[in-house]
């Protein structure tokens, strides 16, 4: 509640606005928060991506990252799985949605036949969408 002064009068009147630098404060701390946050939540595993001239294509939400690294390791989001375990792990991860797109980075350095053969096994588990994820090919003069 705030009381308004004034110089003509004797009596003390109310002031019927809402204070706004509450709301603008909290409002600023929430920015601050989520520009600290945006950028730990995407995937911190190093990997050598090839580029390609394709345009960007818009993200989801929560997307499913299945790594391939170039010591031929897999990785699901952060959590390094092996291979046998692929199906199991994806399913719970896309809690058995079969439709869920996986995307899909695999190092430059990776050989066709380890490429192909994580592939076929996403194949296999029933997961048929499928991102590959590349580097935007920068065109230069």
Do not use: C, W
């Not at 911190?44 to 580029?51: C, E, G, H, M």
């Not at 390609?52 to 790594?67: A, C, E, G, I, M």
């Not at 199991?88 to 797109?101: E, F, I, M, P, Q």
């Amino acid at each position: 509640m705030s009381v308004r002064l004034d110089h003509g009068e004797d009596s003390l009147t109310e002031v019927h606005e809402i204070n706004v630098t509450p709301f603008i404060d909290v409002m600023l701390v929430l920015l601050i928060i989520f520009m600290v946050a945006a950028p730990l939540a995407t995937v911190d595993i190093p990997v050598n991506l090839p580029a390609s001239n394709v345009p960007p294509q818009p993200r989801p939400d929560k997307p499913l990252y299945l790594t391939l690294k170039s010591d031929l390791t897999l990785a699901l989001g952060e959590n390094f799985i092996g291979l046998d375990f692929l199906r199991s792990t994806l399913d719970a991860a896309a809690n058995g949605k079969k439709d869920t797109v996986i995307f899909l980075r695999a190092d430059k350095t990776v050989p066709y036949e380890k490429l192909m053969e994580v592939l076929t096994t996403l194949q296999k588990a029933g997961y048929l969408k499928i991102a590959l994820v590349s580097l935007e090919k920068v065109s230069g003069p």
